[in-house]
């Protein structure tokens, strides 16, 4: 299988379980490239975060636990996504998925 995550619409960031980048898709590249986007892969993603978010973002990754909410940044809606990773039921890492999302968003309630 390809790797469907280079080209995936959505930013697509992972970091180890140290807190170090390890990969960037395009669209995360291309989503920070006024922070550095390929040049952050090998630094730590704590740093790529300012106050309160920096310790938040510990604390998740520290509890293993998993994050989700919207933004609004330039007139554009994304969802955001961020998860433990774990390989053989060992924490691996984190991963934040970001998706441009509609303003009048849908919701569905299935039976």
Same mark, same amino acid.
């Given at each position: 299988?390809?790797?469907?995550?280079?080209?995936?619409?959505?930013?697509?960031?992972?970091?180890?379980?140290?807190?170090?980048?390890?990969?960037?898709?395009?669209?995360?590249?291309? =989503?920070? /490239?006024?922070? #550095?986007?390929? $040049? *952050? !892969?090998?630094?730590?993603?704590?740093?790529?975060?300012?106050?309160? %978010?920096?310790?938040?973002?510990?604390?998740?990754?520290?509890?293993?636990?998993?994050?989700?909410? =919207?933004? /609004?940044?330039? #007139?554009?809606? $994304? *969802? !955001?996504?961020?998860?433990?990773?774990?390989?053989?039921?060992?924490? %691996?890492?984190?991963?934040?998925?970001?998706?441009?999302?509609?303003?009048?968003?849908?919701?569905?309630?299935?039976?």
């Amino acid at each position: 299988m390809d790797n469907w995550t280079k080209e995936f619409n959505g930013a697509i960031t992972i970091c180890d379980e140290k807190g170090i980048i390890v990969y960037m898709n395009d669209k995360a590249i291309k =989503t920070f /490239e006024n922070d #550095g986007g390929e $040049k *952050l !892969i090998g630094t730590g993603i704590l740093d790529c975060h300012p106050e309160p %978010s920096k310790t938040a973002l510990k604390n998740l990754m520290d509890e293993r636990k998993t994050n989700c909410y =919207t933004i /609004e940044k330039n #007139g554009v809606k $994304k *969802l !955001i996504y961020q998860t433990p990773s774990f390989s053989g039921g060992k924490y %691996s890492g984190f991963i934040e998925f970001t998706v441009e999302i509609p303003f009048d968003f849908p919701h569905f309630i299935r039976k």
